[in-house]
C-alpha cells in the first residue's frame, strides 16, 4: 500500500472507559489552563503563525516514514510547536491538529482522544518547551542540539505515557508494553529529532526572532515568552 | 511580519503525502505484535476515513486533497481560535 498514509492514534477500545474519562478531565483541565494562559496576550502576528504550524504539523504528521522491519512512524511536533509559540499556544496547536484528525479523519478514537491529546499534545509540549527554555539564550548549535534531544524525548514520553494507559486498561501487560512501545518509539523518535531541527534550522534563517525570547519581545514579536510558563 | 513562503511549506508536505509509508505504525505494530490490535474498534461514523476523499476512492490524488482540507480546517480553527484570545488593546 503506498497511497494511503496510515497514521494511527490510539482507537477507541483500546483503552478502558474510566482511563480514557480521566485523560479527558486532565487534558481539558490543561486546555483550560492553556486558553486562560494566552487570553488577552496573544499578538496579531503570533495568532497567523499558530495556524501555520497548525497546517504544518498536520500535513507532517500524514508522512509516515519507513523505520525498522515494516514498521513506519510519523512526525507528532508538539514540542516543536511549544518551543516556537510557548507551551500553551503549543498546546491549543496540537489540540485542534488531533481532534480534527479525530473528529474529521477518523484517525484516532474519541472517547480516548483525551489520551491522545495528552499524550501527543501536551506531554510533547511539556517536555519541548521545558528543556528549550534552559538554553534559549544560547548559541544555535547548543540550540537546535537540545530541541533535538528534546524532540526524541517527548516522542518517548509519549509511547511511554500509551504505553502506561493500555497497562492500565489491561489491554496488555506492563513488562511487555513498555520496552516494546520505547524499542520503536526510540527510532521513531530519531525521525521526530531530524524533522524538529530542520524546521527550526529553517525558522533560524527565516524568522530568527521567533525563537530568540530577548529579541522577540524588543521587536514585539511576542513570541513565546509572552504566552511562557512565568 | 514576512511569512511569505511559510503556508506554501505545508503545501509542500501535503504532496508529499502519497509517498508515504503504508506499513503499520509505531503503536500499530506493537498491537500487532503483543496481539490486541483486534481490541480497536473502528469509528462510528466516516467522513474522510484514512486520509482520502471517499468519493474519489484511495488516489494519491484523494489523499492530497484530503491533507489540503484537513490543513485548512485547522488554520482556520486557529485563527478563529487565536482571534479570540488576542491581546484586547490590540483589537
Known amino acids: 500500500m503506498l497511497l494511503s498514509p496510515v497514521a494511527l492514534h490510539i482507537p477507541d477500545g483500546f483503552l478502558t472507559l474510566i482511563v480514557s474519562l480521566i485523560f479527558w478531565v486532565v487534558t481539558l483541565v490543561m486546555i483550560g489552563f492553556s486558553i486562560s494562559k494566552t487570553n488577552k496576550s496573544l499578538g496579531e502576528k503570533q495568532i497567523p503563525l499558530m495556524g501555520i504550524m497548525a497546517a504544518f504539523i498536520f500535513a507532517a504528521q500524514m508522512l509516515n516514514f519507513p523505520v525498522a522491519g515494516g514498521t513506519s512512524g510519523h512526525f507528532l511536533g508538539g514540542a516543536l510547536a511549544a518551543i516556537v509559540l510557548g507551551p500553551w499556544a503549543g498546546i491549543l496547536v496540537m489540540t485542534a491538529v488531533i481532534a480534527v484528525q479525530g473528529f474529521l479523519f477518523q484517525d484516532g478514537g474519541l472517547l480516548v482522544m483525551g489520551a491522545n491529546i495528552f499524550n501527543m499534545g501536551i506531554l510533547t509540549a511539556a517536555i519541548g518547551f521545558g528543556l528549550y527554555r534552559t538554553v534559549s539564550n544560547r548559541n544555535t548549535t547548543l540550540r537546535l542540539t537540545v530541541a533535538g534531544v528534546a524532540a526524541w524525548l517527548a516522542t518517548m514520553g509519549a509511547a511511554l505515557f500509551t504505553s502506561l494507559q493500555l497497562w492500565l486498561s489491561s489491554t496488555s501487560r506492563l513488562e511487555i508494553v513498555v520496552p516494546t512501545m520505547l524499542g520503536v518509539h526510540a527510532l521513531i523518535g530519531v525521525g521526530e529529532a531530524i524533522i524538529t531541527v530542520a524546521a527550526m534550522a529553517f525558522i533560524e534563517r527565516t524568522r530568527p526572532d521567533l525563537l530568540s525570547a530577548e529579541k522577540s519581545a524588543v521587536s514585539g514579536g511576542r513570541g513565546w515568552i509572552y504566552a511562557g510558563i512565568p | ?91
Open chain 2, 1 to 91: 511580519m514576512d511569512l511569505r513562503g511559510h503556508p506554501l511549506i505545508s503545501l509542500l508536505v501535503v504532496l508529499l503525502a502519497p509517498l508515504a509509508s503504508g506499513d503499520p505504525d509505531g503503536l500499530e505494530r506493537v498491537a500487532e505484535d503483543i496481539g490486541f490490535l483486534d481490541a480497536g474498534m473502528s469509528a462510528p461514523y466516516e467522513i474522510l476515513p484514512d486520509y482520502s476523499i471517499p468519493f474519489i476512492g484511495e488516489t494519491g490524488f484523494s489523499t492530497v486533497l484530503a491533507g489540503i482540507v484537513g490543513a485548512l480546517v485547522v488554520l482556520g480553527i486557529l485563527i478563529l481560535v487565536g482571534r479570540s484570545l488576542r491581546v484586547s488593546s490590540e483589537s
